[in-house]
Nanobody, 120 residues
Framework: QVQLVESGGGLVQAGGSLRLSCAAS????????MGWYRQAPGKQRELVTT???????NYGDSVKGRFTISRDDAKNTAYLQMNNLKPEDTAVYYC??????????????WGQGTQVTVSS
């Protein structure tokens, strides 16, 4: 079973930066895409950004120019560099990955979430 473990969340002042990590493990043959989503209290989960195996990226409008996603395929890990953070970025951030296991089964997995809080 593929597991995702996020780290790097915390409390930061507006204008500050944080870097999130998402490490995938558990019989992975390959990862097609990884991404970050977030959910603020009382709101639906929304896309932050995704990255494909070929390096193509997609960003939500609210984070364009401030957030950057990257991945290290050797480590099955994705990173989210968040700069110029705003109070409205406060949310639980979830990592997502889709791919194929060594047992030739497709997988789509979610991490447990990491809290990001931006104070004004």
């Amino acid at each position: 079973q593929v597991q995702l473990v996020e780290s790097g969340g915390g409390l930061v002042q507006a204008g500050g930066s944080l870097r999130l990590s998402c490490a995938a493990s558990g019989g992975i043959l390959g990862i097609n895409a990884m991404g970050w989503y977030r959910q603020a209290p009382g709101k639906q989960r929304e896309l932050v950004t995704t990255i494909t195996s070929s390096g193509d990226t997609n960003y939500g409008d609210s984070v364009k120019g401030r957030f950057t996603i990257s991945r290290d395929d050797a480590k099955n890990t994705a990173y989210l560099q968040m700069n110029n953070l705003k109070p409205e970025d406060t949310a639980v951030y979830y990592c997502n990955a889709v791919g194929r296991t060594i047992w030739r089964r497709d997988f789509k997995s979610w991490g447990q979430g990491t809290q990001v809080t931006v104070s004004s």
